[in-house]
């Protein structure tokens, strides 16, 4: 699929089957997800790879939104480190580039995913950051659910009207 055709064709998948996804693939994604941009080239994320399904199961019961992980098998947790990027606005930025490039990948190999959203919510935050025993400079952004679709979602219309100006406002 090239670029064009992936980013087309992206939608969010809520239902997964539980078939392992190979490391081949999810080395690539990890790739695919370090390629984002960064503001300042700071690069201040980190990837939490989540396969182990006691803890898979662990943020399933945290999160209010996050029940695709009852077969999703893989979970990626990206999370922004302010020891390297102090501006909480560049984290989420940065994050949230690399979270794209994850959903993306994933897609672009035969796989489907969602994005799952942590920044903000403090109660969400607070969860993950005791599931995964975070350091206080370890910031959770988001999530993204990774599997074999195991549905196919229904169209979606973008919006267009008044969304784009050429030239002015
Ligand atoms: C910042 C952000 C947070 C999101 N949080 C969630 C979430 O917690 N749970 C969920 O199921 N989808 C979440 N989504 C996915 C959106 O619901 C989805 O992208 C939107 O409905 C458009 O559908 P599409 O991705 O198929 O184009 C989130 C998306 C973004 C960008």
């Known amino acids: 699929m090239d670029a064009i055709q992936t980013i087309l064709t992206r939608r969010s998948i ?7 996804i190979p490391d081949k693939a999810i080395n690539k994604i990890i ?36 029940k695709m992980l009852d077969k999703a098998p893989l979970a990626i947790i990206i999370c922004g480190d302010t020891n390297i990027e102090p501006n909480m606005d560049y984290i989420a930025l940065d994050c949230a580039a690399m979270t794209q490039n994850i959903l993306l990948a994933t897609h672009a190999l035969g796989l489907a995913g969602v994005w799952i959203g942590v920044y ?50």
Not at 14 to 20: G, I, L, S, Y
């Open 31 to 66: 790739e695919c997800a370090l390629s984002a941009p960064s503001a300042r080239n700071q690069q201040p994320c980190h990837l939490i790879i989540v396969n182990e399904r006691k803890l898979l199961n662990a943020i399933m019961e945290a999160h209010p939104n996050a």
């Open 14 to 20: 809520r239902k997964f089957k539980e078939t392992k």
């Open 120 to 169: 903000n919510r403090k109660e969400r935050e607070a969860e993950i950051r005791k599931i995964f025993n975070l350091p206080h400079n370890i910031i959770p952004i988001s999530i993204t659910a990774i599997g074999y679709a195991d549905e196919i979602p229904a169209p979606i219309e973008r919006i267009t009207e008044g969304r784009i100006h050429y030239n002015k406002f």
